[in-house]
């Protein structure tokens, strides 16, 4: 062989010996950039597993460098190497609008995305860092929600079920302002439709009277009755030497309807139905009924809350009866053979009849509601005279 094409030939080999020598050497020391496939390697340093209940997508396509700079090529204008800073990278892929609207959580106001949220993967959905509510109790106060009575999804930890984790257009992050929230599970037949519906109600305060998460009373109530009521209602109108049994005990419900009603008042029932849930209905309907009773007018002598008077009477006994029947005051009642003036209808202090103490008035010779004679007397006597001797001894 020539000597010339032998040297070419060695140097031929030489060059293909030192390529190889310099890939080897490129391949294993110098570095070169990675590809969106090749990015989970990252594990490899970094102590990051993407396997997971919920891994984040973009890691799915497009790996690590999908929001991360490659580190080796360039320096990262962020810590972490990321292209953006806050929520602006994450606003790359997820619209703004939904996270911008009137009232805003705090960490997304302020762009702390990962507050809340893994950016890599998690067991939770949405990638959160935890389940609710112990991701919300994270910043608000547990013992707020703990309480004798709690709101089912607060007890079941939906707090989304009633606010937007992000921003909304409702205080308090709701999802839609009340009542119209509350419908969401209440029936809407309980607040709506009635004549008369509570002012409260009507205009969707819902949370005036009732806690929306946990409260000490049942119904969710801000505070036990009466005294939720007297937050509104003054209480002097309730107060008196003589208190109505339910009200004194607090039972507003037992005579009205908290949201609405046919009747006036929001009372439960008519009167006197509703009068008769308590009273003995039987005292009432003797044959002769006295006219107010018959039609019902149960207030028109009884207060129905507190009065100064024995039986809630709105006026003394005596003056009561003078509002319909005047004319008792001016002519002689009752016999007035021995006396012209007839008979007293009132005595300023209790005198001995009978070996009994009683204090005339109208009342000592009628029933104010139903008798079985006539004239409403209170004792069986078919006349005036009858009467006396229910009093006066027999001569």
Do not use: W
């Amino acid at each position: 062989m020539h000597r010339g094409q032998k040297t070419r030939k060695d140097l031929r080999s030489v060059v293909i010996i030192l390529s190889a020598v310099f890939f080897l050497f490129a391949c294993l020391f110098v570095p070169r950039p990675l590809s969106a496939k090749e990015y989970p390697d990252c594990s490899k340093c970094h102590k990051i597993k993407f396997a997971g209940k919920v891994v984040h997508p973009i890691i799915k396509t497009g790996g690590c460098v999908a929001c991360h700079t490659q580190p080796h090529e360039k320096a990262a204008k962020s810590s972490r190497f990321l292209f953006a800073t806050g929520a602006d990278l994450c606003f790359s892929c997820h619209g703004k609008e939904r996270f911008s609207r009137e009232v805003q959580h705090p960490p997304v106001a302020s762009g702390d995305c990962t507050a809340c949220h893994d950016p890599h993967l998690s067991d939770n959905p949405k990638l959160l860092i935890a389940a609710a509510p112990a991701l919300c109790f994270n910043c608000h106060d547990k013992t707020k929600f703990e309480n004798k009575d709690v709101h089912p999804p607060v007890a079941g930890g939906m707090c989304f079920s009633c606010h937007d984790p992000h921003s909304s257009k409702n205080a308090k992050l709701l999802v839609a302002a009340p009542p119209d929230l509350c419908y969401q599970c209440h029936d809407k037949a309980i607040t709506s439709g009635k004549k008369n519906v509570h002012p409260p109600v009507m205009g969707g305060m819902c949370t005036s009277c009732h806690a929306p998460h946990a409260a000490a009373q049942q119904k969710l109530l801000l505070q036990p009755m009466p005294d939720l009521c007297f937050s509104c209602h003054d209480p002097k109108g309730f107060a008196g030497k003589i208190v109505h049994a339910p009200v004194s005990a607090g039972m507003c419900t037992n005579c009205h309807q908290p949201h609405q009603s046919e009747q006036e008042k929001l009372l439960l029932a008519a009167v006197p139905e509703m009068c008769f849930n308590c009273h003995d209905k039987a005292a009432f309907e003797n044959k002769n009924v006295h006219p107010p009773v018959a039609g019902g007018m149960c207030f028109s002598c009884h207060l129905p809350h507190a009065a100064k008077r024995k039986a809630l009477l709105i006026k003394k006994i005596n003056s009561l009866c003078y509002t319909c029947h005047p004319q008792v005051r001016t002519e002689p009642h009752i016999i007035n053979a021995i006396a012209h003036k007839g008979h007293p209808l009132r005595t300023k202090k209790k005198v001995m009849l009978e070996d009994k103490k009683i204090q005339l008035s109208c009342v000592s010779c009628h029933n104010p509601h139903s008798s079985a004679t006539g004239r409403l007397f209170r004792y069986p006597a078919d006349t005036p005279m009858q009467l006396c001797s229910f009093c006066h001894k027999k001569v």
